[in-house]
């Protein structure tokens, strides 16, 4: 059974950071890509960030480019999410997803595996 469990959200002020983390049991990351998605209430489901299986590829919502970094480590088997710069945009539940393939991309029906998720709140 595979599992994908988020944490490393809660509350922080417009500016700061927080870094999530996505733990991954029952699959092995290293032949998958891995992806960020969030959800705002009365919204769809939104990509964030994806990571191929090497973590030599990245792509970025514009929304977080240049403020968000996706990496991984294999070993570990765990996906990560620095967010820096939060504004009160991105709160948000932030899901951690894997991908059908060694590449990940922006569309969440390619993902096959998701976490609950986990509350990031961004106070102005």
Same mark, same amino acid.
């Given at each position: ?8 959200g ?6 700061g950071?927080?870094?999530? +983390?996505?733990?991954?049991?029952? !699959?092995? /990351? ?7 998605? !969030?959800?705002? $209430?009365?919204?769809?489901r +939104?990509?964030?960030?994806t /990571? ?5 590829? +990245? ?14 480590d ?13 504004? $009160? ?12 393939? !060694? ?5 969440? !029906? ?7 998720g ?7």
């Open positions: 059974q595979v599992q994908l469990v988020e944490s490393g809660g509350l922080v002020q417009a500016g950071s927080l870094m999530l +983390s996505c733990e991954v049991s029952g !699959r092995s /990351i290293s032949n998958y890509g891995m992806g960020w998605f !969030r959800r705002t $209430p009365g919204k769809e +939104s990509f964030v960030a /990571i191929s299986w090497r973590g030599d590829l +990245s792509r970025y919502a514009d929304a977080v480019k240049g403020r968000f970094t996706i990496s991984r294999n070993a570990k088997n765990t996906v990560y999410l620095q967010m820096n710069s939060l504004e $009160p945009e991105d709160t948000a539940v932030y899901y951690c997803a894997s991908h059908r393939t !060694r590449i990940g991309n922006m569309d969440s !029906r390619q993902y096959d595996y998701w976490g609950q986990t509350q990031v709140t961004v106070s102005s």
